[in-house]
T-cell receptor
Framework: AQSVSQHNHHVILSEAASLELGCNYS??????LFWYVQYPGQHLQLLLK??????LVKGIKGFEAEFIKSKFSFNLRKPSVQWSDTAEYFC?????????FGPGTRLSVLP | NAGVTQTPKFRVLKTGQSMTLLCAQD?????MYWYRQDPGMGLRLIHY???????AKGEVPDGYNVSRLKKQNFLLGLESAAPSQTSVYFC????????????FGPGTRLTVT
């Protein structure tokens, strides 16, 4: 079965630290890749998406992600996190009519 | 636009009881999805629909049924609830195939005792 893995279960950072969250998907076919964020008590919102073209994708709130085809990876980055970035982050992969979500990475940003 | 709405927001059931969760979207989306979210397991797809009158099984369909009688509504039913179905349920919709962004509802927190 197709799957998405995320490298870290829980990441703790201080404000202004840089962030990188890892994501790998299992199959090298058509790639439609997404990062979603879930703030405490809220529903999932789209941060950014990649379908084709420039492998470096910019999203909302200063987030970006890089697609590396040879590594089946789509890592999320932010140069300087804020306390308000505390949330759970999900990588997702769409193929055909299906969506597969990773298990999520909880980010805690300490003020 | 309300986007994607879900009712109810919270529910407590006893084992063996049945219930229906309602999802409605006002974006004229073709695709609709039901997920469950459990700690450490992310979102798992229960069932999905690619259009009015069609449904398909996802990753974890056992114990659930769905119906899509109207394009804007997607119902998730539990015929005989079990404690293993305690979870947060999210509905989502998208314009077309999985290459399109999904829009999520606020979730329903279900506890089965």
């Amino acid at each position: 079965a197709q799957s998405v893995s995320q490298h870290n279960h829980h990441v703790i950072l201080s404000e202004a630290a840089s962030l990188e969250l890892g994501c790998n998907y299992s199959y090298g076919g058509t790639v439609n890749l997404f990062w979603y964020v879930q703030y405490p008590g809220q529903h999932l919102q789209l941060l950014l998406k990649y379908f084709s073209g420039d492998p470096l994708v910019k999203g909302i709130k200063g987030f970006e992600a890089e697609f590396i085809k040879s590594k089946f990876s789509f890592n999320l980055r932010k140069p300087s996190v804020q306390w308000s970035d505390t949330a759970e982050y999900f990588c997702a992969w769409g193929y055909g009519q299906n969506f597969v979500f990773g298990p999520g990475t909880r980010l805690s940003v300490l003020p | 636009n309300a986007g994607v709405t879900q009712t109810p927001k919270f529910r407590v059931l006893k084992t063996g009881q049945s219930m229906t969760l309602l999802c409605a979207q006002d974006m004229n989306h073709e695709y609709m999805y039901w997920y469950r979210q459990d700690p450490g397991m992310g979102l798992r797809l229960i069932h999905y629909s690619v259009g009015e009158g069609t449904t398909a099984k996802g990753e974890v369909p056992d114990g659930y049924n769905v119906s899509r009688l109207k394009k804007q509504n997607f119902l998730l039913g539990l015929e005989s609830a079990a404690p293993s179905q305690t979870s947060v349920y999210f509905c989502a919709s998208s314009y077309s195939t999985a290459s399109y962004e999904q829009y999520f509802g606020p979730g329903t927190r279900l506890t089965v005792t």
